[in-house]
RNA sequence: GCCCGGAUGGCGGAAUGGCAGACGCGGAGGACUCAAAAUCCUUUGCCUGAGAGGGCGUGUGGGUUCGAGUCCCACUCCGGGCACCA
């Protein structure tokens, strides 16, 4: 047998060559055409898993591919470092954050590195770095000062028994405190929040031009969810008040048979008469007390609805009917939405509906029903009981409805988005501190620029139950104010780790810049990211956040001259499943790498991970998993093998066959380019292994192989392989062009447009769609000429049996269906 | 309930409206070997047939087309997202 290798060996000489060689570090002023490529900024989790493997190969192939095809490619590593996992781990041991984060993020750089996935680590960024923070606070001040950052009262997470405000994500299950599994409350604090509700519009409309996976794009527009209605007022009989409500349906307007106040609403109170005050006042203290879970939980059994609504002894007087109609208060109309009230139609509305039947309201409908059509109805039709919209369709009728209104009601068209505005305060202790300055003279002061960053002491107790941990620390928040000099008060929350991968991708583009968060110019060179690669799980709110970012950077003047949108194209990978679950470290299911380093290799690995599937699908981790993986280091072997002449015959002379091995070689690289090009990686490898398997027989068989055309053979594949498998095509690529020469510094092939035409190609004679005979004619072959033969075949002349085919179609050369 | 995906051999999957099942895994048989591993070769959708061959076949039922895994309509099941947002 040929000489063999050591894929350890291998691996180990070729990640220290690239470290060294400095081959993947990008100068900001490149002039070839540049290439962003981008891996989400990961939680550093300690070593990688297999998603981790995954993520990083395809991230890794496209550097290397876009890199070979000529392009100035940018290739980032950092860490999302700040987060709740490494706080909770340190609060049980008893350690610093910080001391978990800088360990973990160790291991997954050293486990991305062991994976031979390469990157421009002088670029290096990390959340919880001081010289990070320090613009993440920043940006925050900047926004602040454009009015895109303000302070509200707003309902947080609050856990009774820990005493203690909770993130959203501390929450678990049915709305219970994931550290005592006490019943999670809702308790109104000041809070900070971003003004992502501004840029509604442009989020949800900028969705369309985006290269992303239909179905991101379809939950970016769900959790923006706009909607067109009208916004109008209903007057309150015996006061001198209004309701204003808001509605999509105000053609439904004369089936209004009660009005809904949110349990928040501000004029409940005063509208509320005192024979029902006590069952309102009830109601609202059970909505308070009640967990999301409980409140939004949609049995629609009439038992809980029941509870769930009052009489508050009002009536409003419907614009439509001049009837007076009662007002309830009940918790399924959101404070938050809209106007926090609600004209309700039971005949068209399926909640109100259900509510309706419950509290015995009176069901008027007002659009004409399908034939034997039950319970509310909200499809179109033809209005009914409606006045002077009877006869009307729906779209009709809105359009009446919404003028009549605008007359009579102070009613205004008005679109409503279910996206809120940011909540961006945590009360934790490991993130970015918010940068500003609380005096009783001077109001919110924000911290002057020049005392930024604000970084958290080390010596703050973390597992306190109170507030923030950092309100725990005297030294930390008695501070002076910057303005007046008075005594003053940190705010002690910090940012949503969120923000912190808001932009990270821009402080990538210009990590080497001093005295600012990025320089523009360079920061406009490089974006927009034209490769995002990542988790579905992110679909929604990371993606949101840096659309949001990018708008509010541009719109601040701290970027200029780029796109609105920070990523151009989006890839989102598959999940890696095992007995049906996610594959995850919680889960205590992980099938770790390592294992694989020794026997196929890191290389062998990831040609598994291209060849197993369509990347976007997710991979199902079975008992045949380890047999493919052996299948992907056994091709790698026999490439080896092949390229070191096992068994091959060598020739210089001119030989049957030669011509065809060409054109294999280069439809070859023909599909594999297509195949990167069109994340079909799957195909791309099944390209190359097909090619391996004709070279062989090439090579092996018969006269052998002219050497001119084995040498193209291997060095086309080792050309082609190298984005997926680096290490061994750059061992073998050295080993056949000699030292200092790296497979990845070379062109990407181009595939000769001759050799992609066949001479002959095997055309398919059809009787009735049915194969009955083949004949192997010229390409050029007319579509005469192929009907001619398809009739002259034995086969079709026995099936026609002498008839007169009723119609022949010809597709020459490859086609020709004879209809008898 | 609404929205988005998906369904192809024993398995992962391939296929611009034109030979369904490329490629790989697994299986069967063989070569090499004292033997095994490794490697190599042959074979492998199902039914039928000794064989040549014939028939069937891409979740179900219709349709368009000379021709449908692919397009259209209706449905079933599976996966995911959203869900009192008026």
Redesign the pocket.
């Known amino acids: 047998m040929a000489r063999d290798y050591d894929i350890v060996d291998i691996e180990k000489k070729w990640q220290e060559r690239w470290r060294e060689s400095g081959l993947y570090e990008v100068s900001n002023d490149d002039p070839r055409e540049r290439f962003y490529a981008l891996n989400m900024y990961p939680y550093p989790s300690g070593s990688a898993h297999q998603g981790h493997v995954r993520n990083y190969t395809f991230g890794d192939l496209v550097v290397r591919y876009q890199s070979m095809k000529g392009k100035a490619v940018l290739s980032p590593f950092g860490f999302d470092s700040f987060g709740l996992p490494a706080e909770n781990a340190a609060i049980k041991a008893g350690s610093h954050p910080r001391i978990f984060t800088d360990q973990r993020m160790a291991e997954l750089k050293e486990s991305v590195q062991r994976l031979g996935a390469v990157y421009d680590w002088r670029r290096e960024v990390f959340s919880h770095d001081p010289a990070y923070m320090r613009w993440s606070q920043e940006i925050f001040l900047t926004f602040l000062e454009n009015g895109l950052a303000y302070r509200a009262q707003a309902p947080v997470n609050w856990c009774p028994s820990c005493a203690t405000v909770l993130a959203n994500e501390q929450v678990v299950g049915d709305g219970v405190c994931d550290r005592c599994g006490t019943a999670v409350v809702k308790k109104d604090l000041e809070q900070w929040f971003f003004r992502i509700t501004k840029y509604a519009d442009e989020l949800l409309e900028s969705v369309d031009d985006l290269e992303w996976p239909?179905?991101v794009k379809?939950?970016q527009r769900?959790?923006i969810?706009r909607?067109e209605?009208v916004e109008f007022d209903l007057p309150f009989v015996g006061h001198d008040l209004a309701l204003r409500v808001?509605?999509?349906?105000p053609d439904t307007g004369f089936g209004v048979t009660y009005a809904v106040m949110?349990p928040e609403h501000p004029l409940l109170a005063t509208v509320t008469t005192d024979e029902h005050r006590a069952a309102v006042t009830d109601l609202v203290a059970r909505a308070r007390a009640a967990t999301d879970m409980e409140?939004?939980?949609?049995s629609d059994s009439g038992d809980n609805l029941s509870k769930?609504g009052a009489f508050t002894g009002a009536y409003v007087t419907n614009p439509f009917t001049n009837q007076p109609v009662p007002v309830y208060v009940a918790?399924?109309?959101?404070g938050s939405?809209?106007t926090?009230a609600?004209m309700a139609v039971p005949a068209e509305?399926e909640?109100d509906h259900a509510f309706a039947l419950v509290h015995g309201l009176p069901i008027i409908r007002t659009i004409e029903t399908p034939d034997g059509h039950e319970g509310p109805y909200n499809g179109d039709g033809v209005h009914i009981n409606s006045g002077f919209l009877d006869g009307l369709d729906v779209a009709e009728a809105k359009k009446k409805a919404a003028d009549f209104l605008a007359q009579s009601a102070n009613g205004i068209e008005k679109v409503?988005f279910?996206l809120r505005d940011w909540l961006v305060s945590r009360q934790r202790f490991w993130g970015c501190p918010i940068p500003v300055i609380y005096c009783a003279g001077c109001g919110i002061v924000p911290v002057p620029r020049e005392q930024l960053p604000i970084v958290a002491p080390d010596d703050v107790k973390m597992d306190q139950t109170g507030q923030s941990p950092l309100a725990t620390h005297e030294p930390f928040w008695r501070t002076t104010c910057p303005t007046c000099g008075g005594e003053a008060r940190r705010e002690t929350d910090t940012m949503d780790t969120f923000t912190d991968s808001s932009w990270y991708f821009l402080r990538f583009a210009d990590p080497f810049t001093e005295g600012k968060a990025f320089d523009p110019e360079v920061v406009a060179k490089w974006m927009p990211v034209d490769q995002y690669i990542g988790g579905?799980e992110h679909a929604?709110l990371h993606l949101l956040y840096a659309r949001f970012y990018m708008k509010a950077l541009i719109d601040t003047g701290l970027a200029t001259g780029i796109e609105r949108e920070p990523f151009r194209r989006l890839f989102t990978q598959g999940m890696i499943r095992m007995d049906g679950a996610k594959m995850s470290k919680s889960k205590g299911n992980l099938v770790t790498p390592g294992q694989y380093y020794a026997t196929v290799g890191a290389d062998g690995l990831r040609l598994f991970h291209l060849f197993?599937?369509?990347p976007a699908?997710d991979v199902?981790w079975?008992s045949?998993t380890d047999?493919?993986i052996?299948?992907c280091g056994?091709?790698l072997?026999?490439l080896y093998r092949l390229a070191h002449g096992e068994g091959v015959i060598l020739r210089e002379t001119e030989a049957e066959g030669d011509l065809a091995m060409r054109r294999q070689i280069h439809k070859t690289i023909a599909k594999v380019t297509d195949g990167l090009d069109r994340w079909?990686y799957?195909?791309s490898?099944?390209a190359l292994?097909?090619l391996l398997?004709a070279v062989?027989k090439y090579a092996r068989e018969g006269d052998g192989a002219r050497r001119d055309i084995f040498d193209e053979a291997i060095d086309t594949m080792l050309l082609l392989l190298a984005p997926m498998s680096p290490h061994l095509t750059s061992e073998m690529w050295e080993e056949r062009h000699g030292e200092g020469q790296f497979v990845h510094a070379q062109s990407w092939p181009v595939a000769d447009p001759e050799l992609l035409v066949d001479e002959d190609v095997?055309m398919?004679i059809?009787v009735?769609?049915k194969?009955r005979a083949?004949a192997t004619v010229a390409t050029t072959i007319s579509e005469d000429e192929a009907i001619a033969i398809a009739l002259a075949q034995p086969e079709v002349q026995a099936l026609l049996n002498g008839a007169t085919p009723s119609?022949v179609?010809a597709?020459a050369p490859?086609?020709v269906?004879i209809?008898p």
Request: net charge positive; no cysteine; aromatic share 8%.
């Open positions: 239909e179905r379809t939950m769900n959790w969810g909607s209605g808001f509605t999509t349906r949110a409140r939004t939980a949609s769930r918790d399924y109309v959101l939405y809209g926090g609600i509305d909640r409503n279910r579905i929604i197993v599937g369509p699908d199902d079975t045949q047999e493919v052996d299948g056994r091709f072997h026999r079909t799957n195909t490898v099944a292994m097909e398997n062989s095997v398919v059809q009735a769609g194969v083949r119609r179609v597709r490859k086609l269906n209809v």
